[in-house]
């Protein structure tokens, strides 16, 4: 995880960490399917490495997070946020335990991986037409920035005639 999140954090800047996510939740998906197969356990200690630098994927949802929170209220939001996260990420092993009574606990782990990847694929699509607005969005800035650049040179080609 820390790998992951440093490799992302220094080697990405904000919209490709973004491009990311999906990525990178397939990456912490997918290796999790290996405890259903028939593997060394080197191999699934490799596999449980991979999913781990998957969660840097949240540091390309941060920065929309963080865009869509007032100034005023993030240390809120944040709080409120980190609580939410640590109460579902508590769910998982309650849950994945209820399965497990049920099914193999690599097939439960499977499972997991493959939710994981099921998430990411569905979340595709709606992630890549926010950041096709946010592009636009900053199209039009940039269009607005430029226009006034535009008309304080007119303006001063006009004073010097």
């Not at 990420?89 to 193999?104: I, K, N, T, W």
């Not at 990847?117 to 946010?134: C, E, H, P, Q």
Request: net charge positive; hydrophobic share 45%; with cysteine.
């Amino acid at each position: 995880m820390l790998v992951g999140n440093l490799a992302a954090g220094r080697g990405l800047g904000p919209r490709a960490r973004e491009r990311m996510v999906v990525p990178l939740l397939v990456l912490l998906g997918l290796p999790l399917l290996g405890p259903a197969l028939p593997v060394p356990l080197a191999v699934l200690v490799v596999l449980q490495f991979a999913a781990g630098a998957g969660y840097a994927y949240e540091l390309g949802i941060q920065r929309r997070f963080v865009d869509a929170v007032p100034d005023g209220a993030r240390g809120h939001a944040f709080g409120l946020a980190s609580t939410g996260m640590m109460t579902f990420q508590g769910l998982g092993p309650v849950l994945s335990g209820a399965v497990a009574e049920f099914l193999p606990v690599g097939w439960t782990i499977a499972l997991c991986g493959a939710a994981i990847v099921l998430t990411a694929l569905l979340l595709r699509g709606g992630l890549a037409r926010a950041r096709r607005l946010d592009d636009r969005q900053d199209d039009r800035q940039d269009d607005r920035r430029g226009d006034r650049r535009g008309d304080r040179r007119k303006g001063r080609q006009g004073d010097r005639r």
